[in-house]
């Protein structure tokens, strides 16, 4: 028996990197200005799978939920090693929020049928909420460990990690099935390997259920698969009505792009008597002593 | 008396004490709580706090919900999690409010999630408004004000069908309110109904790092950003943070390079402060570093780069080097009248 290892990962614009004309004053987003990128912290959630497999053994299955073209970070994890990937698009999944996306990814987590460790990213750089993970563990009603910043020790039956908080940090343990959400002080990330980039480069996907073998899960882990998993609303399983805006009960009122608006700013003058009024004025404010 | 439609707040606590953020949820669940014309509740979790949740009175709240079992003496994610469901369950309240704490973080989704209720992370303003979507009004609904997409962007949340609404509060950015120690706050025992097998998690150690640095309660913080990171200009910032009698900040970037400990970090992903007093030093003022400090009362803004977006929410802006203006600053304090 070898533990079974699924990581979810989302594509994400690359938030951190916004440059003049990306975002729209409406707060809606120039997505031809923003490359489309892995989550940061999934790829740390994903180094630490890999990890586990090297050491102890294992089979990675990485599942990310979006448009067709997030197959982009699925060949980016067969890249990296993960056995198995799995695309679930729907446009019945848009519009979710984190309720939502939970939902459809606990049914796709089912799917895969036997899972011991579901390993996530903390957060993700676009929603900003670090509300999946949890929120996925509850659906499968299993147990959750947030921001680890290590992982200390696993074997086949339970995980010790370390976990970060504001004022230090815990160790904790946990028996599997366990889900972890990973922040970026756990690794340095490997870049892909040359040679599964090479193996993979061709690999699409395909969504005809019927080619969906329960039995290619037990399979050799060594035969590299040779096409992406596509699931959509049914072939999860899932209630249509708890998915995409009607499973959502947060609505997005207004958004706003964050502009500078500048204040009457004082102007100092960098001279000796310019700074020892400056001084003055704050000393007779009683703002400083 | 305890009522339905209430607004509710999770009681964190380090060490057996109120956590601070909890306090500035109550005083803010207060006020929304008047607007709305309801109670004030809070539900506090632990072992032998019955003493340290009376302070939660001083802050408004009118009835503290507690359960008081050793297991739930330190936080772990099910045991918290299903403790609120029932909680929640039994009194109904239309607002839930946690900190955006590691805590809060991890558990409000699980409960969200159990519950099916909406839940917004990480707000930074809780408003109580209207709501219109197509032909439907919803009346003294709670607008959940958050950033997102990396601080970019600031969006209004509503939940406007989900009992509860439920959101994260980002510590440090509502106000503590004055404590009025004559109110006194009802204290009312919960049981606790949970199984052994709930307790998923074994606690195997808690270090608690000691922070050698206070900011947020700081009245004056002088901050490093890159451009006085050489050894001469944070030597410099800590002088002049030393003789207004303030503490050092840094933006991240200077944390990052290592010479500064991460408790002095301002901004989205370090501390929100408000200090009577900042003083950017070689601070391009990026809207994460913002987030963190635009809320003091006075900004000095120095940097060499007229341009810099930092002078855009300064309320002094000094125009030039770094260590040529501290020095100046620091004689002309010494020379006061
Ligand atoms: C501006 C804005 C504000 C929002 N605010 C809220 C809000 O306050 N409350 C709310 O409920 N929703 C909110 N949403 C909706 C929310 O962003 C989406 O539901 C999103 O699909 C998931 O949330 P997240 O990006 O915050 O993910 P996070 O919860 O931050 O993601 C954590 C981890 O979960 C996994 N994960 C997340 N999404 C996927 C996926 N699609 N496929 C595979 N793995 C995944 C990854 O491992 C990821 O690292 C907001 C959206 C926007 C654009
Ligand atoms: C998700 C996310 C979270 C983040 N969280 C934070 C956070 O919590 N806190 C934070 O601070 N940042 C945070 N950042 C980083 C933030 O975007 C900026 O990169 C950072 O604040 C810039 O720091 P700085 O102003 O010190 O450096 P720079 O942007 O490099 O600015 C240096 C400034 O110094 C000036 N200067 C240079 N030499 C001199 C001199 N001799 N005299 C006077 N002025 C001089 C320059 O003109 C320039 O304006 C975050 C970023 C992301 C993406």
């Given amino acids: 028996m070898s533990l079974q290892i699924i990581v979810m990962v989302k594509q994400v614009p690359d938030t951190h990197n916004v440059s003049g004309d990306a975002m729209k004053p409406d707060g809606t987003v120039n997505r031809a200005v923003l490359p489309a990128i892995f989550n940061p912290e999934d790829l740390n959630a994903l180094e630490e799978a890999i990890k586990i497999k090297e050491t102890i053994g294992g089979k990675i299955t990485a599942i990310t939920m979006g448009p067709p073209n997030a197959v982009k970070i699925l060949k980016e994890c067969l890249y990296r090693g993960v056995d198995d990937v799995v695309l679930v698009s729907d446009r019945k999944f848009a519009g979710a929020d984190t309720l939502a996306t939970s939902y459809a990814l606990k049914c796709a987590i089912e799917k895969v049928e036997k899972y011991d460790l579901v390993l996530c990213g903390r957060q993700a750089i676009d929603g900003d909420t670090a509300q999946v993970g949890p929120q996925i563990a509850e659906k499968l009603n299993i147990n959750q460990l947030t921001c680890v910043s290590e992982i200390v020790e696993v074997n086949e039956t339970d995980i010790t990690i370390k976990r970060s908080i504001e004022n230090g940090h815990e160790f904790l343990k946990s028996n599997m099935p366990v889900l972890l959400t990973v922040t970026n002080e756990a690794n340095e990330p490997r870049t892909p390997s040359a040679k599964l980039a090479v193996a993979y480069k061709n690999i699409s996907g395909k969504t005809s259920d019927e080619s969906y073998d329960d039995e290619y899960l037990e399979s050799g882990i060594d035969d590299p698969i040779s096409y992406i998993k596509e699931w959509n609303v049914e072939s999860i399983n899932a209630d249509p009505q708890l998915c995409g805006l009607s499973g959502s009960p947060t609505k997005v009122k207004k958004v706003q792009s964050v502009v500078l608006t500048a204040s009457d700013v004082k102007q100092i003058q960098n001279t000796d008597e310019g700074i020892a009024e400056l001084i003055n004025e704050l000393t007779e404010e009683h703002i400083i002593g | ?337």
């Fill in chain 2, 1 to 337: 008396m305890s009522a339905k439609n209430s607004v509710m707040v999770f009681i964190e606590q380090n060490n057996s004490k109120v956590a601070d953020v909890s306090l500035e949820l109550v005083s803010e669940g207060k006020k929304l709580a008047d607007k709305l014309g309801v109670a004030l509740d809070a539900v506090a979790i632990g072992y032998n706090l019955e003493k340290e949740v009376e302070v939660l009175g001083h802050y408004g709240c009118n009835t503290v919900f507690y359960i008081n079992d050793e297991r739930l003496s330190h936080f772990t994610s099910v045991p918290y999690a299903k403790t609120i469901v029932e909680i929640i369950k039994k009194h109904e309240p239309q607002i839930v409010l946690f900190g955006a704490t590691t805590t809060g973080r991890d558990v409000a989704p699980r409960v969200a999630s159990e519950l099916k209720c909406g839940l917004t992370a990480d707000c930074t303003e809780l408003q109580i408004g209207e709501y219109k979507l197509k032909s439907k009004v919803y009346k003294n609904t709670l607008l959940q004000i958050r950033p997102a997409f990396g601080g970019n962007i600031v969006a209004t949340i509503v939940s406007p069908e989900s009992m509860p609404s439920m959101a994260t509060v980002r510590e440090g950015v509502m106000k503590m309110a004055e404590p009025d120690t004559s109110k006194e706050v009802e204290l009312v025992s919960e049981k606790c109904g949970l199984d052994d097998s709930d307790f998923m998690t074994e606690v195997i150690e808690v270090m608690i790092e000691e922070k050698n640095v206070d900011l947020k309660s700081a009245n004056i913080i002088v901050s490093a950003g890159m451009g006085a990171a050489t050894p001469e200009g944070l030597e410099l910032v800590k002088k002049l943070a030393n003789t207004l009698g303030g503490e050092v900040g840094a933006s991240r970037p200077v944390v990052d390079s290592g010479i500064i400990d991460r408790d002095h970090q301002v901004g989205q992903t370090g501390l929100t402060v408000r200090p009577n007093l900042y003083i950017a030093c070689g601070i391009s003022g990026q809207i994460q570093h913002r987030a963190g400090m635009a809320e003091a009362k006075r900004i000095i803004a120095i940097n060499n780069d007229p341009d810099a977006p930092i002078f855009n929410i300064a309320h002094y802006g000094i125009v030039g080097d770094v260590n040529d203006i501290i020095n100046r600053m620091i004689k002309a304090y010494k020379a006061r009248a």
